[in-house]
């Protein structure tokens, strides 16, 4: 199989709004980002991915584009980008730039004129019907929004600010691959490709994910821009099963680097039930079938997967799955030593390195998240009672993300010298960068280390996954190559477990606790994780 840069990185996520205000004005910017490079550089990531920063009215906080070659005034300017892109080069750190092209934003110059001028050749850039079909938003609603100029509606399957961009649309499709050239000209890293299992739609057919035609637009995306270089792509792609992220991501297919797939985060809501139905107490079983069936269907050289805890849209895993209290740290530690050490590049969301957790929203006026605001509205429209609104925001709605980056214990938690667009979190005080670079036994610190052994060590990228039976609550497998074995342990709760497996340890690659005490007691305590190369 032949190797990429990409195989041995980790990924670091930047939510731009919420990472660093250079200005004072609440909202964090792109010089604010150049700013702490040498932090990011400290953690040692190989690149980072950063979340829309391009034009936009942001009804959906920057995933709707009005223009995808400008940047949004709020973070600053093509200047500004090109200072970050240079500064980020110097030591050796790629920038993935967000590419959203299932839709854009109504104030698109493209939906502009195909909303004003039904004859114009952009109207058919997006998706015009005369009646609507039972199709769903997934910010709540109809996806069919009624135009008065044409008396038709159009399709939006987010906002209806975010209008559905026609893929089967040649024109636009190659006018999407100049654009992708415009940025792989200013020597970006790749691209985290925004719902992009969603371009293959057949509406008429209420067909929206895994359409008949997204492999072949992938493929001819692939030839017309990113394919000549060595870059990072990785789809978000939510209904993927291991055959399909094989489509996405072998080699031999031309598409895709890798997918985000989400089956694990499907553990965070009832089954079948809408994400706001959440379910809290991680069910083990379920989430070590999970990664045993992506770690050993997804062979080597047939496919790559993404290993991700966290992003923009999702929970801070310690307050969903890990411990928000007394095990903070060590839980912290345990769920990334698990998850660093399987098949896959690794992503890690601002502040999972220092251990944030989601914020105490007391009322809806906190809330600033569009999905949250929509799902909050037709809640209480249904009669729903507002204190089980807000537990649901409160657990999984995604400004839990969005809080201000935790910088230092001081004021505005050194994110702003002005006043937030989103509050800080009140345990700042505790959690922040500064604490946790005094501290050596800090969760940063494990990251540092994990994403250097990631970088070091060809077996994480080769050796073949075995699960390990265990109790219910411990995480236990060995990643196996024709010389070496490593056994990864974690015990994912706050109990005691009993854990078994007669082996012998010839090195303690990573831990949160001591290793060969844990084994050679068949116990481990509350969130212990470790990682031992076998003798
Ligand atoms: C993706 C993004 C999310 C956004 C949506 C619409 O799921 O991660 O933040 O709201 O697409 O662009
Ligand atoms: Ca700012």
Redo the contacts with the bound molecule.
């Keep these: 199989m032949e190797k990429h840069w990409w195989h041995k990185a980790t990924i670091y996520q930047i939510y731009p709004r919420s990472f660093m205000d250079s200005n004072g004005d609440g909202i964090g910017d792109i010089k604010g980002i150049t700013s702490k490079l040498d932090y990011l550089q400290k953690l040692g990531i190989t690149a980072i991915w950063l979340s829309p920063v391009y034009q936009s009215p942001m009804d959906?906080n920057g995933?709707d584009i009005s223009d995808y070659e400008a940047i949004a005034d709020i973070f600053g300017d093509m200047a500004d980008m090109d200072e970050l892109l240079a500064q980020a080069n110097t030591r050796d750190i790629k920038i993935i730039m967000d590419l959203?092209v299932?839709?854009t934003s109504d104030e698109h110059a493209w939906f502009v004129e195909a909303r004003q001028h039904p004859d114009s050749s952009e109207r058919d850039f997006y998706i015009w019907r005369d009646q609507p079909n039972g199709l769903t938003s997934t910010f709540s609603g109809s996806a069919w929004q009624y135009d008065e100029v044409s008396g038709q509606y159009y399709l939006h399957l987010?906002s209806k600010r975010?209008p559905d961009l026609n893929w089967e649309n040649e024109t636009l499709r190659h006018k999407i691959y100049d654009m992708m050239n415009f940025w792989i000209d200013k020597g970006i890293g790749g691209f985290r490709m925004?719902?992009i299992d969603l371009i293959g739609k057949v509406p008429d057919q209420e067909i929206t994910g895994n359409g008949p035609k997204l492999h072949d637009y992938l493929k001819e995306m692939n030839r017309a821009s990113f394919g000549k270089y060595d870059l990072l792509t990785v789809g978000?792609t939510w209904g993927a099963t291991p055959e399909i992220a094989k489509q996405y991501s072998n080699p031999d297919n031309d598409e895709l680097s890798m997918v985000f797939q989400f089956e694990h985060i499907g553990l965070q809501h009832k089954p079948d039930a809408p994400k706001w139905d959440f379910e809290k107490e991680l069910n083990v079983p379920a989430l070590k079938a999970i990664f045993n069936k992506w770690q050993t269907e997804l062979e080597l050289g047939q496919g790559w997967n993404s290993l991700f805890w966290n992003?923009?849209?999702l929970p801070r895993v310690l307050s969903i799955w890990g411990n928000t209290g007394e095990y903070r740290e060590k839980s912290a530690k345990a769920l990334a030593i698990l998850l660093h050490l399987m098949r896959g590049t690794p992503y890690i969301y601002q502040g999972e390195e220092i251990g944030m957790t989601n914020y105490p929203f007391q009322t809806l006026d906190e809330v600033d998240d569009i999905?949250s605001r929509n799902y909050a509205a037709e809640a209480l429209e249904n009669g729903m009672p507002i204190d089980d609104i807000m537990d649901s925001i409160r657990m999984i709605g995604?400004d839990n993300a969005r809080t201000p980056m935790q910088w230092t214990a001081g004021s505005q938690a050194g994110f702003t010298t002005g006043h937030p667009w989103l509050p800080v979190n009140p345990n700042h005080e505790r959690i922040n960068v500064e604490a946790a670079l005094a501290d050596p036994n800090s969760i940063f610190y494990i990251y540092q280390q994990l994403v250097t052994l990631r970088k070091e060590n060809d077996w994480l990228v080769d050796a073949d996954f075995e699960l390990q039976e265990t109790v219910d609550k411990v995480f236990a497998y060995i990643r196996k190559t024709a010389d070496d074995a490593y056994l990864v342990v974690a015990n994912l709760s706050n109990q005691q477990q009993t854990f078994d497996l007669p082996v012998q340890v010839a090195d303690v690659v990573i831990t949160n606790t001591s290793a060969p005490q844990a084994l050679a007691s068949k116990s481990l305590e509350p969130w212990d994780a470790f990682c031992v190369k076998l003798a």
């Design positions: 959906d995933y959203v299932n839709h987010f975010q925004d719902v978000e992003n923009h849209d999905e995604r």
